[in-house]
């Protein structure tokens, strides 16, 4: 009796190909994605961070440590275009650079120093969105005040510095170095701003292609045979959908927004944050609602739906950030993540919210977003010409 | 007096899907107010002509004309298409539902009210119109399904198979309705391998298989011209009979069944051999041919093969 019932669970699991996919496929697929990521995070981690230096003085350790950071293999020094502090911070506010090191006049070890004199500090502008990058470039300075400390006094690398002894050797660092906020203050949390748009993004999509099945449930039930008998037209009935789908994303999207500036004080109403929201949102919802329309034209049935949907949108989250920050995959993931729609979604969002940058710059955001919407709503269409007519 | 000219015409229609001929050169007319059977098998072509008229199913030759228009693109509004699933939104009430069709069917404004109100006292479905059609009878369902066909006042109406899944109760008052719209000049092409829907209800019955048509003309026609005026024999013995005892019979242990040519006539014999060979009838059943004789004699197979 039992065999019985095994054998036939057994049969219906080898002839569904949907619940083979999702057991046996999915898994495996999912952990070399993430393997990939995580594998390659180490080596993510020391991708060189983009940096720009000023050395407000010319002082022989201010030049040998500008030297030593452009040697750097974990820097990727950036030209600036006038050397001082402003222009530096500005390069890290634009998201250019991640980090902006400035070297004040008469910056010099701590070690040794006279305690009544002690040299001023290095400042780091820091955007920590990327707190990664802060400790690669603090570690880097570190280790470049000793080397360059130790070539101006000629001692052999290895063996101790020659004030090692006198005053001021039991400071903690060589080198007295300041973090800065570049972006927002200390209550100014970035996770925020990414943990919205990035489960905002996720639960769009798998909100509005659970919400695509419709057009499924009308093929299966017969409602579709009668919607085409009324002359509504594929084209319109695919119309009335979509926009359907993006307003409920919006809506969605909205919701999760408010909640995140409500209990988690993401700045989200003032008029520029709200012109920036909605320029990235609607242009979101259009290509999410697209995505949906077209993952319902290629499947079948609401069970194929269903199972695709989920391999796919996932695909498509880790790719483009919504799981984790995008600066933790190797660098050819990050390449292919930049073609997902959603990776674009949500560096509109980080502009807007943590950024702070205005209209004009999210206007790459906002073209790659509507025109991901416009060829996945014609790639829809063009599927879906197998339902207007019944003989197809 | 002159023939009126047909509603819909359907003139050797030819449809193939891949190497499966579906429709085989199918001919028929349909008068106004007419109620015409389309009978056959599953896969007979019988949904196939129903989406051919409805402008779904493009046809790989042959020609449809509605009203002496030939139909193409576009399904012509005069059609109404109630299809075999219950295609209704059924986490919408039914007045939602009849409001939805209707407005995609260009009704609108006070006119699309006033058809509400028809198609709700039609359905007899007043009572429970605001209520969502998930929690629906079968039966009440199948009559939205139809109304929502209907609601736009076509003059030609396609039903495939309209009565699936409903107990006889809820079908005669779906047959009811059905009535009413002919009367009031409505064509219904009804297509069903049901012979219970067919019987003495349309006006004119189509058979068809693999296609095509076989034969066509009223229940009495079809009957006359393919099996006969026979009547078909059952009876049922206290034991078993002797072989030989009625020929052309057929004997089956206790039961003997086959066909009266002339029943006033043969049964007496009948009745008479089987006495005199010492059994006595417990039961007796004496039928008129119908259309699953029909059916059989025409196709060489049951409808439900």
Request: glycine fraction near 10%; aromatic fraction near 6%.
């Amino acid at each position: 009796m039992i065999t019985t019932v095994l054998r036939v669970t057994l049969l219906n699991l080898r002839r569904d190909r949907v619940a083979l996919l999702l057991t046996f496929v999915l898994p495996i697929l999912f952990f070399s994605v993430f393997a990939s990521v995580f594998a390659g995070m180490d080596e993510a981690a020391i991708k060189p961070v983009r940096t720009v230096v000023v050395a407000e003085g010319d002082e022989a350790f201010a030049r040998g440590l500008v030297d030593y950071l452009s040697q750097e293999s974990v820097l990727e020094l950036l030209p600036i275009e006038s050397r001082d502090r402003s222009t530096a911070l500005e390069v890290v506010r634009r998201g250019d650079a991640q980090v902006a090191v400035v070297v004040p006049r008469g910056a010099g070890l701590t070690w040794g120093s006279n305690p009544a004199q002690i040299p001023p500090a290095v400042e780091m502008l820091a955007d920590r969105s990327n707190p990664l990058a802060v400790g690669v470039v603090r570690g880097t300075l570190q280790a470049g005040a000793v080397a360059v400390a130790q070539r101006l006094l000629q001692v052999v690398p290895g063996t101790p510095l020659p004030v090692q002894g006198s005053a001021g050797w039991d400071r903690p660092e060589p080198l007295r170095v300041e973090v800065v906020d570049a972006l927002g203050g200390p209550d100014k949390r970035p996770s925020v701003a990414f943990f919205a748009a990035g489960l905002g993004v996720l639960f769009l999509m798998f909100a509005v292609a659970g919400r695509s099945s419709i057009l499924l449930e009308e093929r299966e039930n017969g409602i579709l045979q009668r919607l085409l008998a009324a002359r509504v037209g594929l084209t319109r009935l695919l119309a009335g959908r979509w926009l359907f789908l993006v307003l409920l994303g919006c809506v969605q999207v909205t919701v999760m927004f408010v909640w995140a500036a409500v209990a988690f004080s993401l700045e989200l109403f003032t008029p520029r944050h709200l012109l920036g929201f909605a320029a990235i949102t609607v242009p979101t919802a259009a290509a999410a609602a697209s995505l949906g329309l077209l993952l319902s034209a290629v499947c079948r049935t609401r069970t194929q739906l269903n199972g695709v949907s989920v391999v796919v949108i996932l695909i498509l989250a880790v790719l483009g950030g919504n799981l984790f920050p995008s600066f933790l995959m190797p660098s050819e993931l990050r390449e292919l993540g930049r073609l997902t729609f959603n990776s674009w979604a949500l560096s509109g969002y980080q502009k807007v919210f943590w950024y702070e940058q205005q209209l004009p710059e999210l206007v790459p955001e906002i073209m790659v977003l509507s025109a991901w919407a416009l060829v996945l709503l014609l790639l829809a269409r063009l599927l879906a010409q197998r339902w207007e007519r019944l003989d197809r | 007096m002159p023939a009126q000219r047909p509603i819909l015409r359907i003139e050797d229609a030819v449809k193939r899907y891949g190497r499966v001929v579906a429709l085989d050169g199918l001919s028929l007319d349909l008068q106004a107010g007419e109620w015409l059977g389309l009978l056959g098998p599953n896969g007979a072509g019988k949904t196939t002509a129903m989406l051919a008229v409805a402008g779904l199913v493009s046809l790989d030759g042959g020609r449809i004309e509605l009203d002496g228009r030939p139909t193409q693109g576009p399904v012509p509004a005069d059609i109404g298409l109630v299809p075999q699933e219950v295609a209704l939104y059924h986490r919408l009430t039914a007045r939602e539902n009849l409001a939805a069709f209707g407005r995609l069917n260009g009704l609108s404004g006070a006119m699309l009210q006033e058809r509400l109100r028809w198609a709700l006292d039609w359905t007899g479905l007043e009572s429970r119109a605001d209520e969502r059609v998930g929690r629906y009878s079968g039966g009440m369902k199948r009559r939205l399904n139809i109304a929502c066909g209907v609601l736009h006042r076509p003059r030609v109406v396609l039903l495939d198979e309209p009565t699936v899944g409903v107990d006889p109760q809820a079908r005669e008052r779906i047959f009811d309705m059905l009535d009413e719209l002919t009367e009031e000049g409505t064509a219904l092409v009804q297509s069903t391998h049901e012979l219970g829907d067919i019987e003495g209800f349309c006006d004119r019955l189509v058979v068809m298989d693999h296609g095509r048509e076989v034969a066509s003309g009223t229940l009495e026609d079809l009957i006359r011209d393919g099996v006969g005026d026979h009547a078909h024999l059952t009876l049922e013995l206290d034991r078993e009979p002797p072989d030989g005892i009625v020929p052309d019979l057929e004997i089956l242990g206790r039961r003997i069944t086959g066909h009266l040519d002339e029943p006033a006539r043969d049964l007496p014999w009948v009745l008479e051999s089987i006495g005199s060979a010492g059994c006595r009838v417990v039961r007796l059943e004496v039928r008129p041919p119908g259309l699953a004789e029909v059916f059989v004699a025409l196709t060489g197979r049951e409808l439900r093969e």
